[in-house]
């Protein structure tokens, strides 16, 4: 069943998204996503569209199935997707409850989305079950700190963030590999907070 | 860090006004006499909260996890430092902003520092496929 309280949530969020995500976040995480967007090939998966705030970095003429929970959030990307050079479509699903048959697509990519995913791990084993074996998983995403004092900060700041939506203390990478992938690089881009991770489903 | 300059010149925007601020409030609370030590751990936690809400205005701005640690980090030790100070020595509000615009600047250094440490590629393995 649809996780309704989370939807709330976002739906609540998404008139101000962009205020919020979509000026200095975006110009200044810009160059990190597009390289990372730049693997796309085959039949792609999208985590949590969101707003679309990402879709001007994806590169074009790509087969894109973008999914996320919240209605809200689909209907103000509306106009994003209309303007991508491509194929890209747009579903409201519970990363828990993926619709879609195994063994679907060849990649998936999520974007700032498991510092928002109630249950991490199962969202994971979700993914690895809509991948094709030797799928890849491509993230972008901000988690917690190993270091002191940053890591202190972290899970205090994730008292006041969690009630706003993100999670700010999440153990994505080691999450990745407790859903069952083969974690193959991981980049830090600021700190050991903000990361893409490559990982690669079993063949 | 991002060295595009809009970016490197908000990062010290940020530090060095969440500094000022949680600074000069530290030593318009603290007054001579307070016990040093409750005093250092009360504007401590006071600079870190504050500085939270304060870095959410600028992270619209100039970028969010980038904006928000060193900035709650400024807050933290401008109230923990303006807040001993405080109780040991009477001090003006704008001393007290001076004082914490410079441990602004000094935390973003630091945070410049572990962070010319820590990025780049950490885990890198075989590809299997």
């Known amino acids: ?203 | 860090m991002d060295n595009r300059l809009y970016f490197v010149l908000g990062d010290l925007l940020t530090n060095i006004c969440i500094g000022a601020l949680i600074g000069t409030l530290a030593v318009v609370l603290v007054g001579t006499g307070w016990n040093m030590w409750l005093a250092m751990v009360l504007m401590m936690m006071l600079g870190m909260v504050l500085s939270l809400f304060l870095s959410f205005g600028f992270a619209i701005c100039f970028g969010a996890m980038e904006v928000m640690v060193p900035g709650m980090l400024t807050g933290m030790m401008s109230g923990m430092i303006l807040g001993m100070w405080g109780a040991m020595a009477e001090l003006s509000a704008i001393q007290g902003g001076a004082i914490g615009a410079v441990t602004g600047f000094a935390v973003l250094i630091v945070v410049w520092f572990a962070n010319a440490a820590l990025r780049g590629v950490a885990i890198e393995r075989e590809n299997r496929s």
Not at chain 1, 34 to 51: D, E, H, I, P, Y
Request: proline share 6%.
């Open chain 1, 1 to 203: 069943m649809t996780d309704l309280v989370t939807q709330r949530k976002w739906d609540k969020a998404a008139p101000n998204f962009d205020l919020m995500a979509g000026k200095g976040a975006e110009w200044r995480w810009e160059p990190h996503k597009q390289k990372l967007f730049a693997n796309m090939r085959g039949k792609v998966l999208f985590l949590a569209l969101g707003t679309g705030l990402d879709i001007p970095t994806f590169p074009p003429n790509q087969d894109i199935t973008a999914i996320d929970l919240s209605p809200e959030m689909i209907k103000h990307a509306q106009d994003r997707i209309d303007d991508y050079h491509g194929s890209l479509t747009a579903e409201v699903m519970d990363v828990h409850e993926l619709s879609f048959d195994d063994d679907q697509f060849d990649q998936v990519f999520t974007s700032c989305t498991f510092c928002s995913v109630p249950n991490p791990i199962d969202g994971l084993i979700s993914l690895r079950r809509v991948l094709k074996p030797g799928g890849e998983l491509y993230m972008f995403e901000h988690t917690g700190s190993r270091y002191f004092p940053f890591n202190v900060m972290m899970k205090l700041m994730t008292r006041v963030t969690e009630k706003l939506g993100p999670s700010m203390d999440r153990t994505t990478v080691e999450n990745v590999e407790e859903a069952g992938f083969d974690i193959v690089k991981v980049e830090h881009i600021f700190l050991d907070v903000v990361k893409t991770i490559k990982a690669r489903a079993p063949m």
